[in-house]
């Protein structure tokens, strides 16, 4: 995600602006769950069968009070992914810790800094906290969801031994010699 703009648009699906302002008193805490009609909204987006749960509890500060804001948090979520073999709908449960720092725009470290990454950018109007946290779910998910018994389903198109396997293109040249006779 890095150096992304961190938009605060409210037409996001999960929309939890954190306005910079807020921070001048000090460290913020926030704990955001996402509703039944913006967990659909996700699930559409992310093309999922279902998010059950989405909460994703943060802590929120300036870093050695300059122009850095540094996100720390953990999401929790209950998912239905499906599964690549057999498309069945399976449950997952998703525990991430996650920390991220965001910039203003045009924001480069200094040799001397600490964070030698490249901030998330942040617009005028602040971070958007529910963004932050679709984005570390869809980062989450598991790539490749199978099902039990998916190897059984995958058994007819695989090899019959294992003479086979070490040769990938032993069918195609079998099948091209039956065509030469």
Not at 85 to 90: I, K, S
Not at 94 to 114: A, K, L
């Amino acid at each position: 995600m890095t150096g992304t703009v961190m938009s605060a648009a409210p037409d996001s699906e999960f929309h939890r602006l954190i306005r910079f302002e807020e921070l001048d008193a000090g460290d913020i805490d926030r704990t955001i769950d996402a509703t039944q009609d913006e967990r659909r909204a996700l699930a559409r987006r992310f093309n999922l069968p279902a998010i059950d749960r989405l909460r994703a509890v943060m802590r929120i500060r300036r870093v050695s009070g300059g122009p850095l804001l540094r996100v720390e948090g953990r999401l929790t979520a209950d998912v239905k992914q499906r599964c690549v073999v057999t498309l069945a709908a399976l449950p997952a449960h998703i525990e991430e810790d996650f920390v991220e720092t965001f910039g203003p725009p045009g924001y480069r470290p200094t040799e001397e800094s600490v964070d030698t990454d490249r901030p998330e950018v942040f617009d005028d109007n602040g971070i958007d906290l529910g963004e932050l946290a679709a984005q570390i779910l869809f980062v989450s998910l598991d790539p490749y969801p199978r099902a039990p018994g998916a190897d059984a389903a995958l058994r007819p198109y695989r090899p019959a031994d294992d003479a086979d396997r070490s040769r990938p293109f032993a069918a195609l040249g079998e099948m091209l010699g039956k065509q030469r006779k």
